[in-house]
Each structure stands twice: as C-alpha cells, then as structure tokens.
C-alpha cells in the first residue's frame, strides 16, 4: 500500500474562513485540497470544484444490462419453450415488459451500491492522516497536499484564512 502523501492540515472555526482559505489556495495554483467538515455544505463542493460523481455511469451501464437481461431470459425462454395459445405470438414484448423492468430496477441498483462503494474506496482499511475528530464535531479542516518546500507558503496562505491551528501530516 502507498504511503499517503505529505501535507498540511488547517483547522477552521467558521465555513466562511475555510472557503475563503479554499479560494486562496486554488488562485494559488493548489488544486489538490480536501475539506473536512462535521455537516456537508453545497458551497465546499463549489469551492473545490469536483467533477460529478462517476457513481450514475454504473447505475447506467445497470439498468442497461438488467434490460438486456431480461429481453435475453424471456424472449429465450420463450422460444426454447415454445407454447402456442391461442394463434398469440410467441415472441410477445408486453408481457415481457415486467420481467425487463424488475431486472432493470435490480442491476442498477446493485451497481449503484458496488460503484459507490468502489468509488468511495470502502472498505477504508486506515484512515486519512489529516483526521482530527474535532472534523466531526465542531471544526472544518482543510488538507493540502504539498511539497516540503511548500510548507512555508501553505502555511502563509492558510493563517492569512483565519486558520486556528496548521500542522504537516504525512512523510
């Protein structure tokens, strides 16, 4: 396993300070930050400017294969068993539509959990080195991965922020 990386974590009283210390650190070319915050807030996810979630491509390709799936099981069914009633087609779509729908409903659900857990690295075998559970409790932390020779300016920047308390995590 990789160690992590080294870094600086700032701890914030107030939202505002953390986006104001987000903003600075991002116009000075940092881009690879972390918040750690004890409630999610929208305006975190707009000052970081993280991609969408890639978590509804697998609810996608899901709902594709239970639809496929199920076309595959009843149209197939169907005509290894063929049973002729009453002059009706064999290969008949409407009643197929249910079995289709269940299967569509259980595939994308089923790759939705898997890609979020995926997505999310769970299970988290050790946790970030930037934690502080006062995160969870009361503070907004921000972790900035940096290089030793950066640690002066981060700093800087992150005190300029309001930050309560900065240290170095990692290597």
């Known amino acids: 396993m990789a160690r992590p990386s080294a870094g600086l974590v700032g701890s914030f009283r107030h939202l505002d ?8 650190l991002r116009q000075a070319g940092y881009r690879d930050l972390q918040a750690l915050s004890p409630v999610p807030h929208h305006a975190i996810d707009e000052a970081l400017k993280k991609p969408p ?3 509804r491509v697998f609810t996608l390709i899901g709902c594709l294969l239970g639809a496929a799936t199920g076309f595959t099981l009843t149209i197939g069914t169907s005509l290894h068993v063929s049973l ?3 002059g009706k087609p064999i290969v008949s779509i409407p009643p197929f539509l ?4 269940e299967l569509t409903i259980l595939f994308g659900g089923l790759l939705t959990l898997g890609g979020m857990l995926l997505n999310a ?8 080195p930037a934690y502080d559970p006062r995160f969870s409790e009361d503070r907004f932390g921000l972790w900035v991965r940096c290089e030793a020779k950066d640690f002066d300016t981060v700093t800087r920047l992150l005190e300029s922020a309001d930050a309560e308390e900065v240290h ?3 290597e």
């Open 17 to 24: 300070s953390l986006l104001e210390a987000i903003n600075r």
């Open 121 to 128: 690295r769970l299970p988290l075998i050790h946790t970030v």
């Open 168 to 170: 170095r995590v990692g």
């Open 98 to 101: 249910i079995i289709v729908f």
């Open 84 to 86: 002729i009633t009453g």
């Open 53 to 55: 979630s890639p978590v």
